[in-house]
């Protein structure tokens, strides 16, 4: 079974404490993700990740940062956590093999609170 | 850019019945896929059931079945004898193709299944 797992069920932080939040994939999975879910809005994708070193921006990028070192970990770093950045994040991840796809597996996600 | 729309943000079945979600999604391409997940309170996403565009023949997972109207741009997911067990959130998910894996999220739809 592929495994996605995250640092952290739930984490309280301080505004503008640094946080890392931690994924780890056990399926050798070249693509990586972070989303972030709000009530009312799903899921949007702030990072992903198709390989070792690669990044590209998702559809709300502002304010965060990744990291992906090696291929099974992909890091998401809030520099300066604001508290409009409380929410539910979720790690996910996939293999890929050019347009055919692959369905992306989910992490249990993060819950966030910044205070 | 694509958007995903599910108009329904909580819906309730009596178990055993017939409950049908609704979503619409925009999008100028014509190759893609469409996607069902399923969070249950708790506990991690999984994928319920996809339909490629290119494909006429409606999708089906045992109880899950798909009413995908490609002109209409409309992408239903059709619940049969509901169980305890499909108490979830829902979410109706979209990608193109070609390129990066990136889904495309509606908003949900909290789904209560009453004994």
């Known amino acids: 079974d592929v495994k996605v797992t995250q640092s952290s069920r739930y984490l309280v932080k301080r505004t503008g404490e640094k946080v890392f939040l931690e994924c780890v994939q056990d399926?050798?999975?070249?693509?990586m993700f972070w989303y972030r879910q709000d009530p009312g809005l799903g899921l949007r994708l702030i990072y992903f990740s198709y390989d070792v070193k690669m990044k590209e921006k998702g559809d709300i990028p502002e304010g965060y940062s990744v990291s992906r070192e090696k291929k099974e970990r992909f890091s998401l770093i809030l520099e300066s956590a604001s508290t409009n950045q409380t929410s539910m994040y979720l790690c996910?991840?996939?293999?890929?093999?050019?347009?055919?796809?692959?369905?992306?597996?989910f992490g249990p996600g993060t819950r966030l609170t910044v205070t | 850019a694509q958007t995903v729309t599910q108009s329904q943000p909580e819906m309730s079945v009596q178990e055993a019945e017939t409950v049908t979600l609704s979503c619409t999604y925009d999008t100028s391409e014509s190759d893609y896929y469409l996607f069902w997940y399923k969070q249950p309170p708790s506990r991690q996403m999984i994928l319920v059931i996809r339909q490629e565009a290119y494909k006429q023949q409606n999708a089906t997972e045992n109880r899950f079945s798909v009413n995908f109207q490609k002109a209409a741009k409309s992408f239903s997911l059709k619940i049969s004898d509901s169980q305890l067990g499909d108490a979830a959130m829902y979410f109706c998910?979209?990608?193109?193709?070609?390129?990066?894996?990136?889904?495309?999220f509606g908003q949900g739809t909290r789904l209560t299944i009453n004994p």
């Open positions: 399926m050798d999975h070249e693509n």
């Open positions: 996910a991840s996939s293999l890929h093999r050019g347009p055919i796809d692959y369905e992306q597996y």
């Open positions: 998910a979209y990608r193109i193709i070609q390129g990066a894996q990136k889904l495309v």
